[in-house]
């Protein structure tokens, strides 16, 4: 998401919305289609911000746009003439020509307008923890999110409510890559390992976001064109291929973990 504002940020910010067009009305939460049609029709895109996994459209006069993707959405710039894809919901006609389409093919994600000052109490962010790339994350503050929770370490990492901005793909290469096992629980870390853990999440995410982000599936950027950081992946997707690390020998394995695949090196990641 962060590689998507990037990309939109230097695109559409100071556009006009010229029009809007709901194609399915069941990919908005807390709002209704007139509203979202009304509202952001004549609006300018003043500046776009992350919280999580969500982007947030901030437009003249107060109001905002908050965009969830899920596992499978898409937000991207068009240009006019372009073929929309199958499973496109919405559409937002900019002042250049251009389109702003979401697209989401399992519709998990969402749109949500909210009221000048109602982000942090809107649906989609009033129970998100503290970002991940944000200078309130410390080494301090993560031990203390994950301190004397019994939670396997793995699902707890994926809750949004305590660590905001982190997915399945990126909490696998950051347990690699600070040697955790994915099934350790949080009060068996002691400081050092959650010092490592900190600094694989941040130079994970750092080096994912200079790469504009992982595709596996569904994934584009701001301008629709996929993410390099797959070719990079350690451990993710890589089931029964050799570890990447020097020396070691062995293959990656994979587990099921709250209903989501987990990929580990046995080897690296020793209990």
């Known amino acids: 998401m962060e590689t998507i504002r990037r990309d939109l940020e230097g695109s559409v910010v100071g556009l006009r919305v010229e029009s809007v067009r709901v194609r399915r009305t069941d990919v908005l939460r807390q709002t209704r289609r007139r509203d979202l049609v009304a509202t952001l029709t004549g609006r300018r895109i003043v500046a776009l911000e992350r919280v999580g996994k969500n982007l947030i459209v901030r ?33 937002i006609e900019l ?3 251009r389109r702003l389409v979401f697209r989401d093919v399992r519709r998990f994600g ?7 000052g109602e982000v942090g109490e809107s649906f989609s962010l009033r129970n998100v923890g ?3 790339r944000s200078r309130r994350f410390t080494v301090r503050k993560l031990g203390e999110l994950l301190g ?13 409510s305590l660590v905001a901005g982190l997915g399945n ?7 690699h890559r600070a040697r955790l096992s994915p099934e350790l629980r949080c009060n068996e870390l002691d400081q050092e390992q959650i010092a490592r853990l900190h600094k694989a999440i941040k130079q994970v995410l750092s080096e994912a976001i200079k790469a504009e982000g992982t595709t596996v599936s569904d994934y584009v950027t701001g301008r629709g064109v996929p993410g390099r950081f797959q070719r ?3 451990v993710y997707g890589r089931e029964g291929q050799p570890c990447r690390t020097p020396g070691c020998g062995n293959t990656i394995k994979r587990i099921v973990q709250s209903n989501r695949s987990t990929y580990y090196c046995p080897g690296c990641q020793r209990r």
């Open 59 to 91: 437009l003249s006069g107060g109001p905002a746009l908050i965009v969830n993707l899920g596992m499978t959405g898409q937000f991207y710039v068009a240009d006019d003439d372009a073929k929309l894809p199958k499973h496109t919901h919405v559409i």
């Open 95 to 97: 002042s250049d020509g």
């Open 110 to 116: 969402h749109l949500e307008l909210v009221g000048d």
């Open 130 to 132: 503290i970002d991940a």
């Open 148 to 160: 004397g929770r019994a939670a396997v370490l793995k699902s707890a990492l994926l809750n949004q």
């Open 169 to 175: 793909i990126y909490v696998c290469e950051a347990l």
């Open 232 to 234: 990079r992946l350690r």
